[in-house]
């Protein structure tokens, strides 16, 4: 197929035997919202299938649909979302304190979007560049003097970057690791680098959360990898490199935040404790998996079965949220326009299109508030919090929200 190649070995560890255990079918790019003049032309689809090394404990996509595809155009800005925005605050913050870097210091971001990250950093007289290979998003932050770099990092660039803006003491990688196919050239990269003293700080969606909490809609083509501790660490030693300290966070539907040093350095326990309860909790075996693949179909009969009898009793019901979750959610469900009226959605170029495969029209909240339907989806489901509070008016008035997983429920 093209733009689509087959993975013939594990990520981490090259183990040729590699067990699939789910397949969502074939979808369009979770990303990939359709403008309404396009909306007649047909769309790429590619095949969403989940496989697990029992060799490293790495969980991956069999397959790898090509980098220049998915990222064109990439449709998502880090600053149009408020709780990213504070989440972002609170690590720059940390990582200022945690190493007690002096004013000046250099921090590179990989993955820096429109800036968002690096704005914090800059507020804090840090020097900062940011790396983006998308171009519809990089100029943003070049607005906000934020010298941008427009390239996927791999080795090259890094010899690059290091030659013109020197050896950075901190380099960030947040919700881009998972994108990431060649994760050895990517880390030989940041080995080149990295400043000798420096970190390289890392934060991923943390597999066994995903697992745990039935998060099955958080796979789609651009999240290459699943990772746990264990086969991290694995990876980092293979290159010289020690994962120093880990912490968990709630962003993301729970991810984990590493710290990773060149060479041999003083680890904290809580690394050690992390990869203890992954294994106390099978995540180094095949049938956890199988299990969660049972749950999942259990998850996408039970949501259709509701959304069914709700449409019999006459309900309207929309999406909340168009993330590109929601469209894995919608695509493996078969949810489209015979069921949500609408998306609505705070993004400026969200609004207007389609969302791809289902082709439901997204929307602006204008809509949603003139006329609150009597069920909204939740597939915005990460900010469950922030958005059952916001929308405490709509729900005084009767209105419901679905919120699909870990299983299921109306609130
Ligand atoms: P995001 O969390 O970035 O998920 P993904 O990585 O799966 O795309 O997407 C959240 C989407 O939800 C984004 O399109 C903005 C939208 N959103 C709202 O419409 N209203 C809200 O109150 C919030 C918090 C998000
Ligand atoms: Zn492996």
């Keep these: 197929m093209e733009g689509l190649i087959e993975l ?15 397949s969502l079918g074939s979808m369009p790019l979770a990303n990939s919202f359709i403008k309404k003049e396009r909306i007649a032309s047909s769309e790429a689809y590619f095949p969403l299938d989940v496989c697990f090394c029992s060799v490293c404990g790495m969980v991956q996509l069999a397959q790898v649909v090509d980098p220049q595809i998915m990222y064109k155009d990439y449709n998502y800005t880090t600053g149009t979302s408020e709780p990213m925005k504070a989440h972002f605050n609170g690590l720059a913050t940390q990582i200022v304190k945690k ?10 971001d990989i993955g820096s979007n429109d800036g968002t990250l690096l704005q914090q950093f800059k507020d804090m007289n840090m020097r900062v560049l940011g790396i983006e290979p ?213 993004t400026d170029f969200k609004q207007g299109c389609f969302s791809p495969g289902s082709h439901i029209p997204v929307i602006s909240f204008d809509g949603f508030y003139a006329n609150p339907p009597d069920y909204a989806l939740l597939l915005a489901w990460n900010y469950a919090d922030a958005i059952l509070n916001k929308e405490w008016s709509y729900r005084q008035s009767g209105g419901k929200f679905i919120v699909p997983i870990p299983e299921p429920k109306i609130i």
């Design 134 to 346: 998308a171009s519809n998003v990089a100029p943003l932050a070049r607005a906000k003097g934020i010298d941008t770099v427009e390239e996927f990092f791999s080795e090259g660039p890094a010899r690059k970057i290091r030659s013109g803006w020197g050896q950075p003491m901190v380099i960030t990688a947040t919700n881009v690791f998972a994108h990431v196919n060649n994760l050895d050239d990517f880390i030989i990269g940041i080995f080149n680098l990295l400043d000798d003293r420096g970190i390289f700080v890392v934060e991923v969606p943390y597999m066994v959360e995903m697992l745990k909490k039935v998060e099955f809609d958080t796979i789609y083509h651009e999240h290459l990898s699943y990772f746990a501790l264990r086969p991290l660490v694995a990876l980092f030693k293979r290159f010289h490199m020690q994962i120093i300290d880990v912490e968990r966070l709630e962003v993301h539907g729970g991810s984990i935040r590493i710290y990773v040093s060149k060479g041999e350095k003083k680890t904290e326990a809580a690394v050690d404790s992390l990869i203890r309860s992954e294994s106390q909790s099978g995540f180094d075996r095949i049938d956890t998996y199988g299990k969660f693949a049972q749950r999942v179909n259990r998850i996408r009969d039970g949501l259709v079965t509701l959304l069914k009898s709700l449409k019999i009793q006459g309900k309207s019901i929309v999406g909340y949220g168009a993330p590109a979750k929601g469209n894995t959610l919608l695509n493996y469900c078969k949810i489209g326009t015979e069921t949500l009226d609408y998306i609505a959605d705070t």
């Design 8 to 22: 013939n070995q594990c990520r981490v560890c090259k183990n040729k035997e590699l067990n699939k255990f789910l």
């Design 99 to 108: 190493f007690n870097l002096p004013t000046g210091s250099l921090i590179a």
